[in-house]
């Protein structure tokens, strides 16, 4: 062998040694919490409410106020960042007023999700009357997820060739039909995975909710989008830093249902991703 | 009997920016001809092409004046989507939608609003005929159109185009990407539709525009050198650019 094949050997060891330590806290991560938690995990934990100030019992009420969150996220970020990506994309002219509206996008997403949370509260909460609520806590939640939602969906369509929009448009089609029929189907896949990641994001934050939904204690499910939810992020902090002597397995069993939660919503984007590519033809 | 043009352009002249691609071009093209196009690159044929159903326009920096006709009615009365309707076009490289072959034949009546399932598959069937595609494709509409050869992805394109009733065809170089059998079933195909429709051809290659137009135009640094007669051009052109570029002198 000579020199320059050496080097490349040892450029590509390198490069997967260090590619392989990226897998290495995740695996450490999800095997810490599945080793000290699921014993813990038991039909009435995932189905009862806390019992004996959260000592013993389930976690039922939390988990449904999360996906009641995930759910209401995704009501407002979805459309609303779906819908701006199209028009930044397919209709906004290159001037002033769309750099600053792509350079608030970037900026959005750059706020720490604690000051989203104060702005949920006094925006939503506060002037809004939103009281502290399931509204108030989607919609701090669906601002925080938007500029993912957003750059994710621009992406997207902006991957669907040119030529696509080009056809369509010279065979007399309406720009809004080109964009339906064209466009869109093409970049359902990117958009998908951008949400998912945002709304994955968003099941997990606790800063956000912190002041505008999440309830200490809450056994009760709520009524209606007005009534405040336990969540569980919010309440994993609250169990491990404000409860004295509780085992700790409880704890870990939580963080478990937690992230398997989002791995569901990550999977039904997978099946969803898989279902779109099929449709396309090639 | 001089009949009526179909397409007439006066004094056109096109921009990309402050760059004028094409200079003063007045034309005129009678129904039912093949008008050949030809010049080297750069010299505004796509250009004048895409100026007729204002693709041009997808280009923001893109401007023209002037007046185009079709039908003697200026273009810029006629709503962008009638106005690709009546002139559809044919790009360079096959360009096929990522969907089966029945369902890129019926976008075009699908946008224009027909619904009855009957009359779509009738319309796709017609256009695919006419196309000289239907034969090789009848079995197997429902598969991805990207399966198809570039030549039967080409003819797919113009029986795209037909489905949606123009009474105009441009063609961009269609057969740059093509092998000379799937070169000749396109021309053969051009051939056929003379007797419905107007068409114009930009061309590389001059001898595919002595074989198909009856007429040609030689374009050259976005200006029309010389029309006339297809015959006539290639033997006794009247310009000396003209004769240079025809006998390979340049281009």
Sequence with gaps: MNGAKIRQQIAFSILGVITLLIVVPIILVILYIVINGAGSITWQFLTQEPRSGMKAGGIFPAIVGTILLVLGTMLFALPLGVLSAIYLVEYARDDLFTRMIKLSVVNLSGIPSIVYGLFGFTAFVLLLHCGTSILAGSLTLGIMSLPVIITASKEALESVPFTYREISLSLGATKWQTIRYCVLPYAIPGILTGTVLSLSRAAGETAPILFTVAAFYLPRLPRSAFDQVMALPYHLYVIATQVPNIPTSISFATALVLIALVFLMNLVSIILRAHYRKKRLW | ?251
């Design chain 2, 1 to 251: 009997m001089v009949s009526e043009p179909v397409i007439k352009t006066v004094n056109l002249d096109c921009f990309f920016g402050a760059h004028q691609v094409l200079r003063n071009i007045n034309l005129e093209i009678p129904p039912n001809e093949i008008l050949g196009i030809i010049g080297p690159a750069n010299s505004g044929k796509t250009t004048f092409l895409r100026a007729l159903n204002r693709l041009n326009y997808l280009h923001r920096t893109y401007s023209q004046s002037g007046e185009i006709l079709l039908d003697g009615r200026d273009i810029r009365q006629i709503s962008d989507n009638l106005l690709r309707k009546k002139i559809g076009i044919i790009f360079a490289l096959p360009q096929v939608l990522p969907v089966s072959i029945f369902d890129n034949v019926a976008y075009g009546p699908k946008v224009h609003g027909v619904t009855n399932k009957e009359t779509v598959g009738r319309t796709v069937e017609e256009a695919l005929k006419k196309a000289y595609l239907w034969e090789e494709v009848k079995d197997r509409l429902q598969e991805p159109a990207v399966r198809l050869s570039g030549g039967q992805q080409q003819r797919l394109c113009i029986a795209r185009t037909l489905a949606v009733g123009p009474q105009v065809i441009l063609y961009d170089e269609p057969c740059s990407g093509l092998d000379p059998i799937s070169t000749a079933k396109v021309e053969d195909a051009m051939q056929q539709l003379k007797t419905d429709y107007t068409q114009i051809l930009v061309t590389n290659n001059t001898k595919q525009a002595s074989r198909v137009s009856e007429r040609c135009a030689f374009f050259l640094m976005g200006e029309l050198v010389e029309i006339g007669p297809t015959h006539d051009l290639f033997t006794y052109p009247q310009d000396k650019r003209t004769d240079d570029y025809i006998t390979g002198r340049f281009g």
